[in-house]
């Protein structure tokens, strides 16, 4: 148990920002550069955290709650799920509206935290953030019902060691390839990448999640990095998750998959990001529901 | 399930949420293309490999695939329209609707009273959501063009129907609903390039203007 | 420890005694505002705690106590009972009769020597012991009188500010929508005492054995009758304007409580009818999801701050009409287990909503106090200027966007959890009618972040937009501890959900569902006290290891906010709440809820000075029930002709009506 929740805090603190770092070279080589090294996201949380702040005069403490609600959710989202074959720590009948639930409650406060600054910028960020969530999460949540229903388990551990059986060959199959794609679309959604936001832009007008953090500096943006990165990782390992091989009961053979199959899914967010413009922001919430309907129709197949 | 027909006709189902959701013209026209050419794949899934299934599926492949796309591309150039469709009432609800439909269609599906062979099945869902959507597509749409490509699904829709039956049905009935097709293509074409000449406008509710 | 007064119905009835006294001793008062301000207050305060301690110990014992003052004669029986779905519904009444006591000490303002202080607090402590005399009520006509007294008093609080015109027609148009709702209820009772024989709830268990059209018929008069209290769609009309025309603490006590007494008469006459056909159970479940669509789409379009609340309020009544509707339908299908969630679900969130919502009104009337105004657009800057005041209220709007560890989160978990049940028991069509409403409910979550965050947000942060909101102060000592006692509540109730759970599926629930096995099994595994520690240890070690991270000192500069390098920003620049929810209102909402605007501005080559200005109708007033009252009006013209003006022929229609009636009489069997 100690062990587990040891190696689920380890992967997540310590693999999280090399994802974001794959992402990035693997855009860099496609694109036909070289590229910044890997362990570059890690440097700049170092010197993010070396840093002095400088703080908004409008702002108050909701302005520097946001950064750390938008760490500790990952955080404890992380440790309800399975990463690959390495079990949740922490499960109960249930905890799959919690781990919904938590993601609303960092919407909340990094949203707050935006607005806290009174600036329109941010204001329009914030704006942008709660009304795609909106449309984001009926879609999570079908995802997870399609698995509750395979699996007759309301507990995210079991709904996902279930999929580990190897169940894309049986009838189920058609339902789960169409579940792993819609929660694609959304682990690209939730974490502000392109085709729904441009992480590298900063022009205002056109992003969503990185506006909402323009006010932010020094350690309080490092937090948010460490947050995003880390809520990167939880997302993708619900996708990965899709494909991993059943536990050989070695727990850290089944760590090492775990993190082979994230580097992987880390390269495929890369391929996509270098395939694929930024939409026009009005077509994002077309592109949401047409999501939300394909898991709809998952479900659909997986009810009749 | 994960048969080659059952996957087909998943593709044509989601093909259907993707044309209702799409707003340029010329991926609409490809993607019915794509949808008429996979279904023209199915009797080769279906039946025994005889002459018949055979010219079933290369004339449903040349005329779905190949000639309606093509006809429609020349209409379009022709009248040089490259605009987007143009919908009544918006694009989400266009797809919310086709969601109902289709799930009101594997409900009704589960009903029928049908053989035991089919029963589980995804033809007829997929043949009456097609046909749905295409219903959609024609009451939805306002560019004259994007109501042939409803038209165009409706036809696929009734293709599906006609596949299950398509060994005691004679082919020629099948042949039939695609020239009529072609014929109501060609017409359409001609019939569009003339109002677009008079008119310098597809919009249908113009043309309602016509009346008495 | 002895109590220290009767922890019985005689409790309830001390309780009772001190409210109508209070309640009179104001009106004797007169005109000495500051004395009739400090009885009233004082006598509520009292009366609530008196009832508090008499009715909790009565919500986990079975069985229920009685007294009862006959009067044989006149067929008459003033009976109160005293049973565990009373007591649960007296908690909360008792509750926030208090709080609101105790918040009105510094929040109203009386003249020096005027009677509006007396009549206030009559109203207020007669609105009070009318509230609880509905859920004691042991008889048809004692609950009548009851809900007819609380309409009034409530009514009469509510046009607390007579002299503004707009609170004139709130009120108008409450008194309007609750007496048409109880002409169903008279229906409603009527009916049931002919068939069981009399008034007295004792005898109505003979409505057991009614078919089920003459069920169905009683069963729907009552969903109008007390869903137009309720504020259920489409009968919500009245609580948008009535609840922002209130006085803050009236409009807490009004929204967080004297409209759940209608859910209490539902589920009171439940107990005595049959079951209820599975499907009108979808029925009521559908309508309540609508109305929780509806009502949070239209809280996030307003820009009253209480109105916004108020349609929130319609949001979470249809969210617990979705639960007993749930309810119904499972327990007529055979799904017991989703059948004991939702009916739990729906209670919790019952009591979650007057904490959260109290809460949250409590908070709005302190920022209407500090700074005179409900407009969002005239707030802003609040949290810096009133930091208790706005952090309670943050916390009251992150209860009610059911976040984890708050209680919001525990009831909306639990309808998920029936949902989910049910959906896995259930196949085909029914499943993917429980998947459908599983949706629904996440997509109104999500909505309820939107306004949340769009309330606090414009109203609290950022820069003030008026003078009024930047010479804003923080609220006095009373007012925070009258807002504290339900955010405590909030947060006890999220972090240790066992406690109120063990209360609601004790004997509660074998009153209300006598046909469930004994339930606390399928409840609790979840809210164990392993819940509690892990949740608190979690969040308390990861808050305490990322403060010191971050909260170490540093030189941290204070500079204005980033504005593309324009370095004197003004609130004007700032995000509005129109702006806020725009993005949503195209992309998410249907076009009914979108506010309808009016421009002056026309396509002069030179234009002349413009206006604009927008409004915010309700589409179910407008489009519906204007309409269909302005058609009965018509209709009902043709009857002024009977309005002659003579006493003569006034008496002889009442002449004609007693030949009519005597008539009637021998001809009748």
């Known amino acids: ?304 | 399930m994960n048969t080659p027909p059952n996957l087909i006709l998943l593709f044509v189902i989601l093909f259907n949420f993707f044309i209702l959701g799409t707003s340029r013209l010329n991926t609409c026209i490809r993607s019915v293309a794509l949808q008429g050419a996979l279904l023209s794949l199915l009797p080769l899934f279906l039946h025994t490999l005889t002459f018949h299934t055979y010219l079933l599926a290369v004339g449903a492949f040349v005329l779905k695939g190949l000639l309606m796309p093509w006809l429609l591309f020349r209409a379009i150039r022709q009248v040089k329209i490259r605009r987007e469709v143009e919908p009544r009432i918006g694009y989400i609800p266009t797809l919310l609707l086709g969601a109902l439909t289709t799930a009101g269609a594997f409900i009704f599906g589960d009903r029928l009273p049908l053989l035991p062979e089919h029963l589980h099945s995804l033809f007829i869902p997929a043949a009456l959501s097609t046909l749905a959507a295409g219903f959609l597509m024609l009451i939805t749409r306002r560019k004259a063009i994007a109501q042939v490509l409803g038209y165009l699904m409706f036809e696929n829709g009734i293709f599906i129907f006609g596949t299950l039956l398509a060994e005691t049905m004679p082919f020629l009935v099948e042949m039939g609903v695609l020239l009529d097709m072609l014929v109501a293509i060609f017409v359409m074409g001609i019939v569009m390039h003339h109002i677009n000449r008079e008119f310098s406008t597809l919009n249908t509710e113009q043309l309602s203007l016509l009346r008495e | 420890m002895t109590p220290i007064f009767a922890t019985d119905i005689n409790g309830l009835l001390l309780a009772l005694a001190v409210l109508l006294a209070g309640g009179l001793l104001c009106l004797l008062a007169g005109p000495r505002a500051r004395l009739a301000h400090l009885l009233g207050a004082s006598t509520a305060a009292l009366a609530s705690l008196i009832g508090l301690t008499a009715a909790l110990p009565a919500l986990s014992v079975a069985g229920s106590q009685q007294v009862a003052l006959s009067w044989p004669a006149a067929g008459l029986n003033l009976a109160l009972t005293l049973d565990p779905l009373a007591a649960f519904f007296l908690l909360p009444i008792f509750l926030l009769t208090f709080c609101g006591a105790l918040y009105a000490i510094d929040y109203l303002h009386f003249p020096a020597r005027s009677w509006r202080a007396g009549l206030h607090w009559f109203f207020y402590n007669t609105l009070g012991a009318s509230m609880a005399v509905v859920v004691l009520a042991a008889n048809g006509l004692v609950f009548m009188l009851a809900w007819e007294l609380m309409s009034l008093s409530s009514f009469f609080l509510v046009t607390h500010d007579y002299q503004e015109e707009k609170v004139r027609q709130a009120g108008w148009l409450y008194l309007v929508a609750t007496h048409i709702g109880a002409a169903f209820l008279f229906f409603v009772f009527f009916e049931a005492s002919r068939v069981a024989g009399s008034l007295d709830f004792a005898s109505f268990a003979a409505l057991r054995a009614l078919p089920v059209d003459a069920t169905l018929l009683l069963f729907f008069a009552a969903l109008i009758g007390f869903g137009a209290k309720a504020g259920l769609f489409p009968l919500h009309v009245w609580l948008p304007d009535a609840h922002p025309a209130a006085p803050s603490h009236v409009s807490a006590i009004m929204s967080g409580v004297m409209i759940k007494t209608a859910l209490y008469g539902l589920l009171r006459l439940l107990t005595w009818l049959p079951p209820i056909p599975a499907w009108a159970g979808i029925a009521v479940a559908l309508l309540g999801i609508t109305g929780a669509l509806f009502g949070i789409a239209m809280a996030a379009t307003q820009t009253d701050i209480k109105r916004s609340l108020a349609y929130s309020t319609v949001e979470n009544i249809g969210l617990i009409f979705l639960g007993l509707g749930l309810w119904l339908f499972c327990q007529a299908t055979g799904h017991e287990q989703a059948a004991v969630l939702a009916l739990v679900g729906a209670l919790l969130h019952i009591w979650n909503h007057s904490l959260f919502k109290g809460l949250l009104f409590l908070g709005a009337g302190s920022v209407v106090h500090a700074t005179g105004k409900r407009e969002l657009s005239a707030l802003g800057g609040l949290l810096r200027r009133m930091p208790l005041t706005g952090s309670l209220l943050l916390f009251g709007a992150a209860a009610i966007s059911a976040l984890p560890p708050l209680n919001g989160f525990i009831s909306e978990w639990l309808l998920y959890l029936s949902l989910f049940n049910a959906g896995q028991d259930a196949a085909g069509g029914a499943a993917f009618f429980f998947m459908l409403l599983a949706i629904l409910l996440a997509l109104t979550g999500g909505l309820v972040v939107l306004v949340m965050t769009r309330l606090l947000g414009v109203a609290l942060q950022g820069e003030p937009r008026s003078a009024a909101a930047a010479e804003a102060h923080e609220s006095s000592a009373v007012l925070i501890a009258a807002m504290s006692i339900p955010a405590a509540l909030c947060l006890l109730v999220g972090v240790m959900p066992q406690l109120p759970l063990q209360g609601i599926s004790g004997p509660l629930l074998t009153l209300l569902a006598p046909n469930h096995a004994p339930t606390g099994s399928p409840l609790l595994p979840p809210f164990g006290p392993a819940w509690s520690l892990s949740l608190l240890t979690g969040l308390a070690a990861l808050v305490a290891i990322v403060a010191i991270r971050t909260w170490r000192r540093r030189n941290a500069s204070r500079l204005a906010t980033w504005g593309c390098g324009y370095l004197k920003p003004s609130a004007r620049m700032a995000y509005t709440a129109g702006s806020y929810s725009q993005f949503a209102q195209d992309t998410v909402f249907c076009s009914c809820v979108t506010p309808t605007g009016a421009s002056t501005r026309g396509p002069a080559l030179f234009p002349p000075p413009a206006q604009f200005g927008q409004e915010r109708l309700d589409p179910a007033l407008t489009r519906w029930f204007l309409p269909l009252f302005g058609k009965l009006a018509e209709r009902a013209y043709a009857f002024r002709r009977l309005q002659a003006g003579q006493l003569s022929i006034y008496v002889l229609y009442i002449f004609i009506a007693t030949i009519l009636l005597l008539g009637w009489g021998i001809m009748a069997p």
């Not at chain 1, 006010?215 to 997302?235: E, N, Q, R, T």
């Open chain 1, 1 to 304: 148990m100690i062990i587990r929740l040891l190696l689920h805090f380890l992967l997540l603190a310590g693999l999280s920002p090399l994802l974001i770092g794959v992402i990035t070279r693997t855009k860099a080589i496609i694109a036909g550069r070289q590229g910044a090294p890997l362990w570059q996201p890690y440097r700049d949380l170092r010197r993010l955290f070396g840093k002095d702040m400088v703080l908004s005069s409008t702002t108050t403490w909701v302005f520097r709650a946001g950064p750390v609600v938008g760490i500790a959710v990952p955080l404890i989202a992380a440790l309800l799920i399975p990463f690959g074959a390495v079990g949740a720590p922490l499960s109960f009948s249930g905890d799959l509206v919690l781990f919904v639930y938590l993601f609303g409650l960092a919407r909340f406060f990094t949203v707050l935290a935006a607005l806290d600054t009174g600036s329109s910028f941010e204001g329009m960020g914030a704006a942008r953030e709660a009304t795609f969530s909106c449309l984001a999460e009926p879609t999570l949540f079908v995802a997870f019902i399609v698995l509750a229903r395979i699996s007759g388990s309301f507990t995210l551990d079991t709904m996902f060691k279930t999929l580990l059986a190897n169940n894309l060959q049986t009838v189920y199959g058609v339902s789960l390839v169409l579940t792993a794609i819609c929660l694609f679309i959304i682990l690209l959604a939730e974490n502000s990448r392109i085709p729904f936001d441009d992480p590298n832009t900063h022009l205002e007008l056109t992003m969503i999640h990185e506006v909402m953090v323009l006010d932010h500096s020094g350690p309080d943006f490092g937090l948010i990095l460490y947050g995003a990165a880390m809520k990167l990782m939880v997302m993708g390992t619900l996708v990965v998750n899709f494909i991993m091989p059943p536990s050989t009961g070695d727990l850290f053979v089944d760590a090492a998959f775990y993190t082979a199959a994230l580097l992987a899914l880390a390269v495929g967010i890369g391929l996509v990001e270098s395939g694929m413009a930024r939409l026009r922001l009005l077509k994002v919430p077309q592109l949401l529901i047409g999501t939300s309907l394909l898991s709809f129709f998952a479900l659909v197949l997986l009810l009749r």
